[in-house]
């Protein structure tokens, strides 16, 4: 089984940053995509970003240009740059791995990792 850890999540003013990492174990990794996806209580999880195996790309709408996702093969790792962060970013962030674009997960779940965005 894969395992999935996130990381780099924390408390930020409102305009903060934060960047995320997810590294993968057991995973062949570059043969697939990979995406971050985040959760607030009482509502399902929804898809932040994806990057494919040839740096494709896609946000959700309310991403509205802030966020940036990207991956280091070598090191079995997908990142989540964030900037300008609002008060409804706050959420826990997951990671996930699909085979290709509008497939579901295939992995369990990590633990996630806790953004909270508050002045």
């Known amino acids: 089984q894969v395992r999935l850890v996130e990381s780099g999540g924390g408390l930020v003013q409102p305009g903060g940053s934060l960047t995320l990492s997810c590294t993968a174990s057991g995973s062949i990794f570059s043969i697939n995509f990979w995406g971050w996806f985040r959760q607030t209580p009482g509502n399902p999880r929804e898809k932040v970003a994806v990057?494919?195996?040839?740096?494709?790309?896609e946000y959700a709408d309310f991403v509205e240009g802030r966020f940036t996702i990207s991956r280091n093969n070598a090191k079995q790792t997908v990142y989540l740059r964030m900037n300008d962060l609002k008060p409804e970013d706050t959420a826990v962030y997951y990671c996930n791995e699909m085979p290709y674009v509008g497939t579901m997960p295939i992995n369990d779940w990590g633990q996630g990792t806790q953004v909270t965005v508050s002045s």
């Open positions: 990057i494919g195996t040839r740096g494709e790309l």
